[in-house]
Nanobody, 122 residues
Framework: QVQLVESGGGLVQPGGSLRLSCTASGTIFSAHAMGWYRQAPGMQRELVASITRRGMTNYADSVKGRFTISRDNAKNTVYLQMNSLKPRDTAVYYC????????????????WGQGTQVTVSS
């Protein structure tokens, strides 16, 4: 049974920073590309950032230059460092274990964490 557990969310003022963590168990972590998604109320879940097994990264335009995804295969953990946070970053953030298709696009796997709430507000 694959489990993904996110942590690190919270309430932060605009311009602040948070670091999310996601630890995986029940799977070979290093065999997966990993992705961070977010879902705001009334909105579809969107891919924010992804990282390949070898550490190549990709970001949504809305977070480029502000968010950084990284992974530590020895700890079975993927991180999302979020800087210069804006109110529109407010959402529940989820991690996912997936893979890349033939065009190197991230494809979500079947397993999701429970999510961690990020609220950006003054």
């Amino acid at each position: 049974q694959v489990q993904l557990v996110e942590s690190g969310g919270g309430l932060v003022q605009p311009g602040g920073s948070l670091r999310l963590s996601c630890t995986a168990s029940g799977t070979i972590f290093s065999a997966h590309a990993m992705g961070w998604y977010r879902q705001a109320p009334g909105m579809q879940r969107e891919l924010v950032a992804s990282i390949t097994r070898r550490g190549m990264t990709n970001y949504a335009d809305s977070v480029k230059g502000r968010f950084t995804i990284s992974r530590d295969n020895a700890k079975n953990t993927v991180y999302l460092q979020m800087n210069s946070l804006k109110p529109r970053d407010t959402a529940v953030y989820y991690c996912n274990a997936g893979h890349l298709d033939a065009r190197l696009r991230y494809i979500a796997g079947n397993y999701w964490g429970q999510g961690t709430q990020v609220t950006v507000s003054s």
